[in-house]
Nanobody, 120 residues
Framework: QVQLVEAGGGSVQAGGSLRLSCAAG?????MAWFRQAPGKAREGVAA???????NYADSVKGRFTIYKDNAKNTLYLQMNSLKPEDTALYYC?????????????????WGQGNQVHVSS
């Protein structure tokens, strides 16, 4: 069992930055960030595997960076140049597979979710 505790998020104007963090209690092999806007399906944003290979959704490439502090077993998502369409509930996820997949079925453990709101 892996416990995931998220922090960060909040409200920011378009063009601003936010950083999300996710502290993992337990061994993780791949981790990712997902988001879900009202009335929409949950979508993968960024993922990282245990070899630090990363994978990003096209909508966030060049603006978001996923990274992990292995000493603290904490995952981060640095979000720059935020847009109103980035507004969503953001979830941290962890799984036991190898590839940095952006599919929800690749992850068995989920954080509680953190709201990000970007105003225009």
């Amino acid at each position: 069992q892996v416990q995931l505790v998220e922090a960060g998020g909040g409200s920011v104007q378009a063009g601003g930055s936010l950083r999300l963090s996710c502290a993992a209690g337990g061994v993780t092999y791949r981790m990712a960030w997902f988001r879900q806007a009202p009335g929409k399906a949950r979508e993968g944003v960024a993922a990282i595997n245990r070899d630090s290979s990363t994978n990003y959704a096209d909508s966030v490439k060049g603006r978001f960076t996923i990274y992990k502090d292995n000493a603290k077993n904490t995952l981060y998502l640095q979000m720059n140049s935020l847009k109103p369409e980035d507004t969503a509930l953001y979830y941290c996820a962890a799984g036991n597979g190898y590839s940095a997949t952006l599919l929800t079925n690749g992850y068995a453990y989920w954080g509680q979710g953190n709201q990000v709101h970007v105003s225009s």
